[in-house]
């Protein structure tokens, strides 16, 4: 699998990086950031964004527990809390849209453990790491090309 050309100009590029840094600073808590955009990378198979993030996390201090049981959080009772649970629910749902819409009930257990301000920063941040996974996986990005 050969990189791909460039895909993004300049300008897109600053502006999704500017979106993505909006929405985890307004989500306010980094690991639980780190923990979706892993979550969303994972679904939708972007090796470049999950090697990324994955280092990120750890050096936010993510536990290496929580990394390994990510993909499949809804079966680990005890590792993941319930605000982290709601917020891993909604990044599914937004990232997969098999039936064309948030279901009501994981919108409203979101917003249980979100205050508006968050929910809509959460949301953001999915829809951020669904757009650069999307670029990465259509320019085949391989892992290990990012620099900080």
């Known amino acids: 699998m050969t990189a791909r050309t460039r895909l993004l100009d300049t300008s897109v590029a600053q502006a999704m990086s500017a979106l993505s840094a909006a929405a985890k600073r307004g989500l306010g808590d980094p690991a639980l950031a780190e923990l979706v955009v892993i979550r ?10 999950l090697d990324m993030h994955l280092r990120i996390a750890r050096e936010h201090g993510v536990p290496e527990r929580q990394l390994d049981l990510l993909a499949a959080w809804e079966e680990a009772e005890g590792v993941f809390d319930e605000r982290e649970r709601a917020a891993l629910a909604l990044t599914e749902a937004v990232t997969v849209l098999t039936d064309g819409f948030v ?3 994981v919108y409203e257990t979101a917003a249980k453990h979100f205050d508006d301000a968050e929910l809509a920063h959460l949301i953001g941040l999915v829809v951020a790491i669904n757009n650069w996974n999307r670029v990465m996986v259509s320019r085949r990005i391989p892992p290990g090309g990012h620099t900080p």
């Open 40 to 49: 969303a990378s994972q679904l939708n198979h972007c090796a470049f964004c």
């Open 103 to 105: 279901p009501d009930e």
